[in-house]
Structures are given as C-alpha cells and as structure tokens.
Nanobody, 124 residues
Framework: VQLQESGRGLLKPSQTLSLTCTVS??????????WSWIRRPPEKELEWVGA???????FYNTSLKSRTTISRDTSENQFTLHLSSVTPEDTAVYFC?????????????????WGQGIQVTVSS
C-alpha cells in the first residue's frame, strides 16, 4: 500500500489549501479502512485534521471543522483535503495516513500507512 500527497506548497493567508492523497495497492472503499490527514507544524506535535471512511462519511478535528472538508474520488482512488481561510498557523508538513477499524491512531500515532508528507507554507 502506498500513499502519495500532492498539491500546492505555498499559499497566502485567506487562500484555500487543497491537497490530494493518491492511494495505490488498496481501494479506499475497502471495508473498515479510514483515511486521514494529519499535520506537524514547526516544533509542534502531530495534529489530526480529519478523516474519511470507507463509507464516505467524514470526521473532523473540532478545532478545524468549520474550515475543513475531506472528500474522495473512488474512481481515482484519491481523497482530498480542503482547508479554507488559511493563516500562517496552518503552516505544517501534511501527511495522509490510514488506519483499519478505527478513525484515530491513538496518542502514539500508530497509523498503518503513511504518505511521505508535503510541506505547506502560508506566508504573505
């Protein structure tokens, strides 16, 4: 299984961040698999952003929910993160990850699979 992030890496404040994760080796519709976005801001811990389930249901970090949408394209086996109205505080390395049977990986971030990560910088 491989996950690969893609998208713009440099944004200005108020723009919308859009990142796509292309999955190979397994269908994103496979039962009981959950597909998440997490991020690591500079010098901070990993933060879960949100997820989309094999059913298409989505789940969001409460603190980001008003700005976040996660969607999927099953024909392309991709899922996409949209984060609106970005600020410099959204600067981070963003990872797409997956976990089976549960949305969250727990405090130790024991995700089953990781993408390599993509740097997103928000700066005027």
């Amino acid at each position: 299984v491989q996950l690969q992030e893609s998208g713009r890496g440099l944004l200005k404040p108020s723009q919308t961040l859009s990142l796509t994760c292309t999955v190979s080796g397994v269908s994103i519709s496979t039962p009981y698999k959950y597909w998440s976005w997490i991020r690591r801001p500079p010098e901070k811990e990993l933060e879960w952003v949100g997820a989309i389930a094999y059913t298409g249901s989505s789940f969001y970090n409460t603190s980001l929910k008003s700005r976040t949408t996660i969607s999927r394209d099953t024909s392309e086996n991709q899922f996409t993160l949209h984060l609106s109205s970005v600020t410099p505080e959204d600067t981070a390395v963003y990872f797409c990850v997956s976990k089976e049977n549960t949305v969250m990986a727990g405090p130790n971030n024991e995700w089953d699979y990781w993408g390599q990560g993509i740097q997103v910088t928000v700066s005027s």
